[in-house]
Structure formats: structure tokens, C-alpha cells
């Protein structure tokens, strides 16, 4: 069993920068990839970001690309740097682990683990 705490959220405003992070409990943390996830108010929640066990690969969504970078550590923790936020970002942001990368990036309602998430809110 694995569990994700995600920390870093609150109120930014808009342009501004932020990162949250993701801590997971599991020592095999690097056989897990890792991905971002964030539900808007009334919105479905939506693929943000995936990185695979070594961070060899990663993957954003079309709609931050440029502005989100996902990134890992050792540690056991799993990173999304936000840049140049818009009122649009505002959402909680979950952080999830899957054995499969390929099922982080394409289906999120297979993900294994998940967070409880963190709320970021963008004023402008």
C-alpha cells in the first residue's frame, strides 16, 4: 500500500510561481511512476503531468505544457513546478503512483494510489 501526501498548495496570484510536492511512504517508491492529476469546481479531473520510475521519461498535458514541469527525486518525492499561473489552474491537485507509466498518462481511472490532493487557487 502506498500513500501520497501532497503539500505546497494555497493562494497564488495570477503570473505568479509555485510547486507543490507529493511525499510517498513506500520505500520501492522508484518502481512506481508517478503523475499529477487536478480537478477544477465542477469539472472532471484531468491528466496534468507523468514522470516513469527514473524520470526518464515525462509527459504533459496539452494545456500546460510550457508553464508545469514534473520532476522526482530519490527521496521519495515527486515534484510540479507551475509557472505563469492563470485563473484557469485553480483546482485541487492530486498526486497518484502506478506501477505502469503508460496507465498514469492514458488511464487515470486505473491508477493504483492517489492522494488526498491539495488546493491551489489562483486570484487575479
Known amino acids: 500500500q502506498v500513500q501520497l501526501v501532497e503539500s505546497g498548495g494555497g493562494l497564488v496570484q495570477t503570473g505568479g510561481s509555485l510547486r507543490l510536492s507529493c511525499a510517498a511512504s513506500?520505500?520501492?517508491?522508484?518502481?512506481?511512476?508517478m503523475g499529477w492529476f487536478r480537478q477544477a469546481p465542477g469539472k472532471e479531473r484531468e491528466f496534468v503531468g507523468a514522470i516513469d520510475w527514473n524520470g526518464g521519461a515525462t509527459a504533459h498535458a496539452d494545456s500546460v505544457r510550457g508553464r508545469f514541469s514534473i520532476s522526482r527525486d530519490y527521496a521519495r518525492n515527486t515534484y510540479l513546478e507551475i509557472h505563469n499561473v492563470k485563473t484557469e489552474d485553480t483546482a485541487t491537485y492530486y498526486c497518484?503512483?502506478?506501477?505502469?507509466?503508460?496507465?498514469?498518462?492514458?488511464?487515470?481511472?486505473?491508477?493504483?494510489?492517489w492522494g488526498r490532493g491539495t488546493q491551489v487557487t489562483v486570484s487575479s
Open positions: 497518484a503512483a502506478d506501477p505502469s507509466y503508460h496507465t498514469i498518462c492514458t488511464a487515470q481511472t486505473a491508477v493504483a494510489y
Open positions: 513506500e520505500h520501492t517508491f522508484n518502481k512506481y511512476a
